[in-house]
């Protein structure tokens, strides 16, 4: 009802989205988008100048809904655009040629303002484009509606940046692509630390997270790494002292393992996080490809004391997990607990 209260480019962009909602749902053919290499009849806007010397009250003078015909393709949305064009209250030719065009529309001559509305038509359409081209919302929002994934070059270069920069790459873990993608910052930027992966998964998971690195764990040996020395006319291996020399089939490694606490966290929280829980292997998955294949981890997980539950054998609503909900209390605890660790591969 009031053109002249709305802005240009929310205006076009909403007039893309009505085109082509109504090319899927088969009431026009396929509209195309505004400043690409189609015909002005089958774009999602028809822009024309505004006929006018007086000063405009906005970028949008008028608009006319699309309207069908009973031969041929229906007539796209037209704008009539105070903004810019080469005539009208911000034209860029002198205003004697506003003036004739003026009196040409009086006595029903439509050939002059046709003829100048083929250049209005392409300078409104890049001047969208242009303001389109950097805001990157936009081609995401455009690239969702139409599935056209190659129209968001933006997106596919951050995809690009976090290590799934093919469509093969994509879709296979738990986590949604697109949670990933929020967070490329972080996966983006190396070196990667812990600091950074806490205040990740603290953000995606909305619990406290610690990361606790240097985490002891024995490594075993394949017999062919272990030292031996020369026997039976064996050479032996790995038996140079204070080199490659080992005594037995395994080592302590504090390096290469880290572990993430998650807690205080109240039940419910608590038991998403168990290996029947969803929220488990979204968490090991985005672990992973932060940190890449050299590390192990594993996940701790701290219960709020007075959250612990009652063991209780009979119980078919919750049943009592032996080494995930079942502690032995004669009164309440004092104290978080946190035994329960687990080790999710991925």
């Not at 026009?28 to 400043?35: I, M, N, Q």
């Given at each position: 009802?009031?053109?002249?209260?709305?802005?240009?480019?929310?205006?076009?962009?909403?007039?893309?989205?009505?085109?082509?909602?109504?090319?899927?749902?088969?009431?026009?053919?396929?509209?195309?988008?505004?400043?690409?290499?189609?015909?002005?009849?089958?774009?999602?806007?028809?822009?024309?100048?505004?006929?006018?010397?007086?000063?405009?009250?906005?970028?949008?003078?008028?608009?006319?809904?699309?309207?069908?015909?009973?031969?041929?393709?229906?007539?796209?949305?037209?704008?009539?655009?105070?903004?810019?064009?080469?005539?009208?209250?911000s034209g860029v030719?002198?205003?004697h040629y506003t003036?004739?065009?003026?009196?040409?529309?009086?006595?029903?001559?439509?050939?002059?303002?046709?003829?100048?509305?083929?250049?209005?038509?392409?300078?409104?359409?890049?001047?969208?484009?242009?303001?389109?081209?950097?805001?990157?919302?936009?081609?995401?929002?455009?690239?969702?509606?139409?599935?056209?994934?190659?129209?968001?070059?933006?997106?596919?270069?951050?995809?690009?940046?976090?290590?799934?920069?093919?469509?093969?790459?994509?879709?296979?873990?738990?986590?949604?692509?697109?949670?990933?993608?929020?967070?490329?910052?972080?996966?983006?930027?190396?070196?990667?630390?812990?600091?950074?992966?806490?205040?990740?998964?603290?953000?995606?998971?909305?619990?406290?997270?610690?990361?606790?690195?240097?985490?002891?764990?024995?490594?075993?040996?394949?017999?062919?790494?272990?030292?031996?020395?020369?026997?039976?006319?064996?050479?032996?291996?790995?038996?140079?002292?204070?080199?490659?020399?080992?005594?037995?089939?395994?080592?302590?490694?504090?390096?290469?393992?880290?572990?993430?606490?998650?807690?205080?966290?109240?039940?419910?929280?608590?038991?998403?996080?168990?290996?029947?829980?969803?929220?488990?292997?979204?968490?090991?998955?985005?672990?992973?490809?932060?940190?890449?294949?050299?590390?192990?981890?594993?996940?701790?997980?701290?219960?709020?004391?007075?959250?612990?539950?009652?063991?209780?054998?009979?119980?078919?609503?919750?049943?009592?997990?032996?080494?995930?909900?079942?502690?032995?209390?004669?009164?309440?605890?004092?104290?978080?607990?946190?035994?329960?660790?687990?080790?999710?591969?991925?």
């Open positions: 009802e009031e053109p002249s209260r709305f802005d240009f480019f929310q205006a076009v962009r909403l007039l893309e989205w009505l085109a082509r909602d109504q090319a899927r749902a088969g009431a026009r053919p396929t509209a195309y988008a505004v400043g690409e290499d189609h015909a002005p009849a089958h774009e999602a806007v028809r822009f024309r100048a505004e006929p006018a010397l007086g000063f405009p009250a906005g970028a949008i003078a008028d608009l006319t809904p699309p309207a069908a015909e009973p031969e041929g393709p229906p007539h796209p949305a037209e704008l009539r655009v105070a903004a810019v064009g080469l005539t009208g209250p030719l002198p205003a003036a004739l065009l003026i009196e040409r529309l009086r006595a029903k001559d439509f050939t002059l303002r046709d003829f100048l509305d083929l250049f209005h038509h392409r300078t409104a359409s890049l001047f969208y484009r242009a303001w389109e081209k950097y805001r990157f919302p936009i081609a995401y929002e455009r690239t969702e509606r139409t599935g056209q994934p190659e129209e968001d070059r933006f997106t596919q270069a951050l995809y690009a940046l976090i290590g799934l920069g093919t469509p093969g790459l994509r879709g296979r873990l738990s986590v949604d692509d697109e949670a990933v993608l929020f967070y490329g910052g972080y996966y983006a930027h190396w070196p990667r630390n812990a600091q950074s992966l806490q205040r990740l998964l603290a953000d995606y998971f909305e619990v406290p997270v610690e990361v606790r690195q240097f985490q002891g764990a024995w490594l075993y040996l394949a017999e062919e790494d272990q030292s031996s020395l020369p026997a039976g006319g064996r050479p032996g291996r790995n038996h140079c002292l204070g080199r490659t020399l080992l005594a037995g089939s395994r080592v302590w490694d504090v390096e290469n393992r880290f572990r993430i606490r998650l807690g205080p966290l109240g039940y419910r929280e608590f038991c998403r996080f168990l290996p029947s829980g969803e929220a488990l292997r979204e968490l090991a998955e985005m672990t992973r490809l932060y940190v890449g294949p050299q590390f192990d981890f594993d996940v701790q997980l701290v219960l709020r004391a007075e959250e612990v539950p009652w063991c209780r054998l009979g119980d078919r609503a919750d049943p009592p997990r032996l080494g995930w909900t079942t502690w032995l209390r004669a009164q309440d605890f004092t104290h978080d607990v946190d035994d329960p660790v687990f080790t999710v591969e991925v």
